[in-house]
């Protein structure tokens, strides 16, 4: 069955820096999802690739799939506060579409 | 647009007590999804729906769990009996289609088992 491995586990970061997320597969990625969720909260949709080699960018967050499609990352530049949360990537897992996930990526951003 | 609607919000139970989440999908989505999201983990499907019918349920516990979609929208996950081990985060999520169409997430149902 498919894997998808986060690192860092947990990234503290100073506001203004940049940092980046891994996700990984055990797999090839057939479509690559990333959410942001906030602690106890459900998950909010970021991005979703599907193409080797695709970047999609929205507001300072730009996400990569890698050509070979088993990896992605997961970019912010000059971050903020507002960004802390726990980032999730996710893929299709089965026949009908549902989502296997990471276990996440804990995002602390210090003012 | 109005989101995933999911209720309650929070529950606390004692173990081998029953519990029920409720779920609205956003209007229109053919797909729902129950999903459990234990501490420190990424959220794992418990249970997909088209419709009103059942496409993916292999990883629900089916000897306490059940699930309904009756009429095509809204849907009601119910636990029974409680264990101590399903203390998680319920979260519901609905797309337009299975096969690809991106997912949206309700705010979830934090369960405390005592």
């Known amino acids: 069955s498919q894997e998808l491995e986060q690192s860092p586990q947990s990234l503290i970061v100073q506001e203004g820096k940049n940092l980046t997320i891994n996700c990984t597969s055990s797999?090839?990625?057939?479509?690559l999802y990333w959410y942001k969720q906030k602690y106890g909260e459900g998950l909010i949709f970021l991005m979703m690739?599907?193409?080797?080699?695709e970047e999609k960018s929205h507001e300072k967050i730009t996400a990569k799939l890698d050509e070979k499609k088993q990896q992605s990352s997961l970019h912010i530049t000059a971050s903020q506060p507002s960004h802390a949360g726990i980032y999730l990537c996710?893929?299709?897992?089965?026949?009908?579409?549902?989502?296997?996930f990471g276990k996440g990526t804990k995002l602390s951003v210090k003012p | 647009e109005a989101g995933v609607a999911q209720s309650p919000r929070y529950k606390i139970i004692e173990k081998r007590q029953s519990v029920a989440f409720w779920c609205n999908p956003i209007?229109?989505?053919?797909?729902l999804y129950w999903y459990q999201q234990i501490l420190g983990q990424g959220p794992k499907l418990l249970i997909q729906?088209?419709?009103?019918?059942?496409?993916?349920d292999s990883q629900l516990p089916k000897d306490r769990f059940s699930a309904e979609r009756l009429k095509g929208v809204d849907s009601t996950l119910k636990i029974q009996p409680a264990k101590l081990e399903d203390s998680a985060v319920y979260l519901c999520?609905?797309?337009?289609?299975?096969?690809?169409?991106?997912?949206?997430f309700g705010p979830g149902t934090r369960l405390l088992v005592l």
């Open positions: 999520a609905s797309s337009l289609d299975a096969g690809g169409k991106t997912q949206y």
């Open positions: 797999k090839t990625l057939y479509g």
């Open positions: 690739l599907q193409k080797g080699g």
């Open positions: 996710g893929a299709p897992g089965g026949s009908q579409g549902n989502l296997i």
């Open positions: 209007s229109g989505h053919a797909t």
């Open positions: 729906f088209q419709n009103n019918g059942v496409v993916d």
